[in-house]
């Protein structure tokens, strides 16, 4: 028998002798994890077990807080900031029932905004490049109307050279 298969029956004996002893309905795990190495990991567990309560306990009593640094939630949070980034898009939404799609939905709202508001920008632009032109083909009427104008247009401009056509 070889290390690790008397280590896994010896462990295994020895949760069976600690399950008889646990609160009726508790649940138990094992986890043994070598830093750099997770080739080695083992984890055992009993039957039925829920994972998820496995996280909560580590959270409430183990110091797995949310505010910790961990691989895990750089994890979620990637998937969470392309969620958005792929909704601002409108493209690749995850599938139904995902739960990234609250977050991809939130994406997709801000980029429904942005686009409402650049077609707004553009409309009012070309409006008022309109207004100008008649203007000046009229002979001009205020002096400062148009110069305020020419410099509001030429903001429009340069926010809209930012957003692609």
Known sequence: MSETNRFHQVANDALVMISENLNPGAKLALVIYTPGEPELDIVLKDGGLDVDEVLNTLRRRGGLSLDGDNVYKHGICDVIAGAMAAGK????????????????????AEGALQEELVYVLRLVRKELDACQRVIHYAGGFTPAYANDAQAAIKVADTALEKIPA
């Open 89 to 108: 898009q409108n493209n690749n939404p995850p599938p139904d029932g995902h739960w990234g799609h609250e977050f991809w939905n939130i994406g997709r």
